[in-house]
Every structure is written in structure tokens, then in C-alpha cells.
């Protein structure tokens, strides 16, 4: 063997080995492209979501519900729950969601669309018993169409393309109350 068959058998070997090299490294490239896009869809899918909450506050003359849009764009179909349950119920979900058949007592409320702000609205509990809690919880759709709950226990759940009130029907929670309730501006 000559020694520039020598030399050219070598730089076949290297050649092969920056090939295979390159392509290891464009497909762990495209592994990490792949997660970042993946973290971007979820930011951008929780970007308006994860700025609604809701909440109890002692009023003067019983209890209110302050609902509180943090984005900059208004959520729709909202239904806004809240009631007193016992501290040993299962379904953190519908905690503060009322229904007939369930041992929470409390108001549901229809809202339709709701603005940027922070919202005030009316809710007379009855008393609770030692071991009770009370507790909000809100369903919306946000403004790419995705269904929400945040549950009573702040937990935020995505129901995907669904209605709100295919959400509380699920739950066997009823239908949306007829009409829409009143709401105003949250002042500290």
C-alpha cells in the first residue's frame, strides 16, 4: 500500500467521522428546537390564564367574590361558583361550585365577558360548620377559545375546547344560570 493511499484512507475515515459528527449534533439541535417550541406553545397557551383568579373576601354584609382578569384582554363565557364544603371533599374542581344534590352551599353566577380589572361580586353564604371551607372557583374561556377552571384551591385546569357550561355539565353542576349577574369594579 502506497502512502498516499495511506493518507487518502485517512482523510476518508476523518471525513466520515465530522459526517457523522454533524449529524449528531443537527439532531440534538433539533431535539432542544423541538422542547423550545414545545415551553413557547405553553407560555403562550397560559399567557392570559394564568392571570385569572378568584377569591373570598368578608364583606360588611356577608361575602363577596372578587374576580381578578391580570391580562390585557377580556375572558368570555365566565361562570363564577362559590359555596362553603367540608373539609373532607374529594373534588378540589367543583369546590365552591353549587349544586342541589351536593352538600356545598352557595351561589353560582353567570357573568358572560368580563374585562381587564378587578371585579366585585355579591355573594350571601350561609354559615358554615367547623369543619367547612369556603371557596371561589371560576370557568372562562380565554381569548385563543380554551376552556378554564381555576378551582377553589388555586389550581388552574385546562378543559381544552369545551364550553363553560359543557364543563359544568360534566361535573353535574346543571346549566349556567339564565341571564347574567351584575358585577363591579373592585376598589381596595
Known sequence: MACSDIINLIIAVLTAFAAISAMCTAIKANEIAEQSFEISKSVYEHSQSDRISVWLVKAERGDDIILR??????????????GISNKGDE???????????????G??????????????????????????????????????????????????????????????????????????????????
Not at 391580562?71 to 365566565?78: G, L, M, R
Not at 373534588?91 to 344534590?101: F, H, P, V
Open 69 to 82: 382578569n391580570g391580562s390585557e384582554a377580556p375572558i368570555y363565557d365566565v361562570f363564577v361558583g362559590a
Open 107 to 188: 351561589l353560582n353566577h353567570s357573568l358572560g365577558v368580563v374585562p381587564p380589572g378587578t371585579w366585585i361580586i355579591k355573594a350571601e353564604l350561609m354559615m358554615g360548620g367547623m369543619s367547612s371551607i369556603p371557596g371561589a372557583t371560576v370557568v372562562f374561556k380565554d381569548m385563543y377559545g380554551k376552556t378554564w377552571v381555576r378551582d377553589a384551591a388555586g389550581d388552574l385546569h385546562d378543559k381544552g375546547n369545551v364550553t363553560p357550561a359543557d364543563v359544568l355539565d360534566l361535573y353535574k353542576l346543571g346549566e349556567v344560570p339564565y341571564g347574567q349577574e351584575g358585577y363591579k369594579e373592585y376598589k381596595q
Open 91 to 105: 373534588c378540589k374542581l367543583t369546590k365552591g361550585l353549587s349544586n342541589s344534590s351536593s352538600n356545598l352551599h
